[in-house]
């Protein structure tokens, strides 16, 4: 006979198995990629002064965990980040529910979205520091502008693309546009918000450290530009790994947020 709890549990064994198994692979391939790195700098495959070795960085990070610096400015950068990071979602989503409820506003925009998605919004960061000066709110403007035009056409896109069917029927009870966006088109499309968060993971941190690089008197951009100028290219890595962390951990944020949201 067909028992179907012995079924479900078998496929619970192995999607646990899988699970483990991918676990177990990205920690091997990062171990592996340490040990590879350490080995080239001790035996002189790589130049250590320019690449440095996961065992310098480890020492650097301790020094400067002792004098508190690393962790100023991981918080001066994290701060930047999740304030441009939530500007962002929360304009792009908001505009995006504006241009899909007028349809004459989201064909004239259409062109433009396309040219300011396009133009490489770095660019903009020295007239913005001429425009707010050399402070905080340009280099989170920096952070805004970057992850802002995705959003709405990411979100957009998705608002446009719900199930007609479905907005048909809510016309056919009666239901007001309001009713069509709140009940079907921003519940429909939740999967894609998430996906535009976590894109803007990614380029707020990339808009805050060019700010940061430009305008930074603290932060991990303005860590980099400075340790690379005095050639402490063993700091410039520590940086760089810490932004890594950073942004993996945001992400999963946003990833944990997600699952508790769907189930």
């Known amino acids: 006979m067909y028992d179907t709890s012995d079924n479900q549990k078998k496929f619970v064994r192995e999607f646990k198995r899988r699970k483990a198994k991918v676990s177990f692979l990205r920690l091997f391939i990062f171990l592996a990629l340490l040990t590879v790195w350490e080995i080239s700098a001790r035996y002189g495959l790589i130049d250590e002064f320019i690449f440095s070795c996961p065992s310098a960085m480890a020492e650097a990070v301790v020094y400067m965990a002792k004098d508190y610096s690393l962790f100023y400015h991981i918080g001066i950068t994290a701060a930047e980040t999740v304030a441009g990071f939530l500007l962002g979602t929360a304009i792009g989503t908001a505009a995006a529910v504006l241009l899909w409820w007028n349809r004459t506003a989201s064909d004239v925009s259409q062109p433009y979205l396309v040219i300011l998605n396009s133009l490489p919004k770095t660019a903009l960061a020295p007239i913005i520091i001429v425009w707010l000066g050399n402070n905080t709110k340009s280099i989170i403007l920096v952070a805004l502008l970057t992850s802002v035009i995705i959003t709405i056409m990411t979100v957009l896109g998705g608002f446009n693309g719900t199930d007609e069917d479905k907005i048909r029927l809510i016309k056919i009870l009666g239901g007001t546009k309001r009713q069509i966006l709140t009940n079907v088109v921003i519940p429909s499309n939740v999967p894609v918000i998430f996906n535009a968060l976590k894109i803007n993971v990614g380029l707020s941190f990339v808009g805050v450290i060019v700010g940061e690089f430009l305008v930074g008197k603290a932060g991990l951009g303005y860590l980099i530009v ?38």
């Open 226 to 263: 400075y340790n690379s100028q005095i050639f402490k290219l063993t700091n410039v890595m520590v940086s760089v790994f810490v932004l890594a962390v950073m942004a993996a951990v945001m992400y999963k944020i946003v990833a944990f947020l997600e699952n508790k949201y769907i189930k």
